[in-house]
């Protein structure tokens, strides 16, 4: 799912109202993880497929998401006191 956006020549580049209509619905969904498929019938508009791929590698490349052979689920925390932690904790 690693395609990289800057070097494919896209026939339509999805909108900015649509990734942000993605990434909101990935990050307020009420499983941990979710197909592709079932986030298609989620979405309040319906966004074609390869459109969709395109902006869950965006999302994924900016470490948003992680995709894996269960599904898409949301990483990006903001805490910034868990970001702390996570910067200066100690690895066991």
Sequence with gaps: MSISVQENKL????????VLMVEETLKNMGESV???????????????????KIILSYLE???KI?????????????????RKAISEGLEL
């Design 34 to 52: 979710i197909t592709v498929a079932k986030l298609k019938k989620i979405l309040p508009k319906q966004v074609n497929h390869n459109t969709l």
């Design 61 to 63: 490349y900016s470490n």
């Design 11 to 18: 026939e339509h580049s999805p909108t900015l109202n649509t």
């Design 66 to 82: 992680a995709v894996t052979l269960k599904g898409i689920t949301w990483i990006h925390n903001t805490n910034s006191r868990l």
